[in-house]
């Protein structure tokens, strides 16, 4: 059960294209967005769907990888880690970010 500690799995197609960044330590980042869309029936039988975006984080290999073969609308199945972090904006206003440490990646489908 261990194993079950903050873990996040995710099917989603991909927002934008990876951006690759290669840090002052000389370690690379890639950062990229996927939507996940639910649908159900609302109390009227009206079908309804709801699209939640999420921010994925990649290190290493697995983001190498992201940035080299990833692409704006592929759908992809994700394995992750849930952060929190929070940074001061250029306004002086501290914001609040919720991402998705990438651990594995599988490209299951063309672009839509």
Avoid: C
């Avoid at 996040?8 to 990876?18: A, E, S, Y």
């Avoid at 992750?80 to 250029?90: D, F, I, N, V």
């Avoid at 609040?96 to 063309?110: A, D, H, P, Q, S």
């Amino acid at each position: 059960m261990q194993n079950l500690r903050n873990r996040v799995q995710l099917i989603g197609r991909l927002g934008q294209d990876p951006e690759v960044r290669t840090l002052t330590s000389g370690k690379k980042l890639t950062t990229f967005s996927i939507a996940t869309t639910d649908a159900y029936r609302n109390g009227s039988g009206e079908k309804v769907e709801e699209t939640q975006w999420h921010n994925i984080v990649a290190w290493g290999k697995v983001g190498e990888i992201a940035g080299e073969y990833l692409s704006k609308g592929q759908e992809v199945a994700l394995e992750g880690k849930l952060t929190h972090r929070s940074y001061e904006a250029q306004d002086g206003n501290k914001r609040y970010v919720t991402e998705i440490n990438l651990n594995e990646l599988l490209m299951i489908g063309g672009k839509k």
